[in-house]
């Protein structure tokens, strides 16, 4: 199956900064990625697909600009996190499509960050 | 609207004997597909089952049997002969399968299960 690597894997920022996370796909040419975000003890939330070449698709009650999605390439879409505060402080994981009727999607190992 | 529903938060089971996770799902899509994920404390989200919604023997993986009842809408998990590895919350998810579906997928709350020696 596909490989996909987060980077970073734990990340701790003050309030007010952005953070870039990374999501590549090692071995697979994605053109769609998705973002989904984790509260301690929830459920995976979607807060995105990330479309290769245009622009993402937020989920409702996601704001578009302060979650930043870019998909410039097959292998690499970015989150980044702007002017986060302590309640953005989730675990966050990026998927792969595989295509449908594939089976599989496949994830990458997470992202926690922590805001202070 | 589609929507998972796992209703059981939490499990004991003892090592060695079977148990089953519960999952429900409701949607109006004509093709769907079905899936179980284990989530162990490290976050990584590991792909045990899949099972498509026109598939007419229901799935199975090693000691991960998926029990499929289309007209009850149900699909839980059943995993033989548990081990202490198997120790791990488990997701039950959906995603719309058919001509222009976005292939998101769609997550229920977990069940976090505890095996016991």
């Known amino acids: 199956g596909a490989v996909v690597s987060q980077h970073p894997s734990w990340v701790i920022c003050k309030s007010g900064t952005s953070v870039k996370i990374e999501c590549r796909s090692l071995d697979f040419q994605a053109t769609t990625m998705f973002w989904y975000r984790q509260f301690p003890k929830q459920s995976l939330m979607l807060m995105a697909t990330?479309?290769?070449?245009?622009?993402?698709?937020?989920e409702q009650g996601v704001e578009k600009d302060k979650f930043l999605i870019n998909h410039a390439s097959l292998t690499l879409s970015t989150l980044t996190v702007t002017s986060a505060h302590p309640e953005d402080s989730s675990f966050y994981i990026c998927?792969?499509?595989?295509?449908?009727?594939?089976?599989?999607?496949?994830f990458g190992e997470g992202s926690r960050l922590t805001v202070l | 609207a589609q929507k998972i529903t796992q209703t059981q938060p939490g499990m004991f089971v003892q090592e060695k004997e079977a148990v089953t996770l519960d999952c429900t799902y409701d949607t109006s899509d004509p093709s769907y597909g079905l899936f179980w994920y284990k989530q162990p404390s490290s976050g990584e989200m590991i792909f045990l089952i899949y099972q498509g919604s026109y598939d007419q023997q229901n799935a199975t993986e090693g000691r991960y049997s998926l029990n499929f009842q289309k007209a009850r809408k149900s699909a839980n998990l059943v995993i033989s002969a548990s081990q202490l590895g198997d120790s791990a919350m488990y997701f039950c998810a959906m995603r719309q399968e058919y001509g222009g579906a976005t292939n998101k997928l769609i997550f229920g709350t977990g069940t976090l299960l505890a095996v016991q020696p």
């Open positions: 998927s792969v499509s595989g295509g449908v009727g594939t089976g599989e999607l496949f």
């Open positions: 990330s479309n290769e070449g245009s622009k993402a698709t937020y």
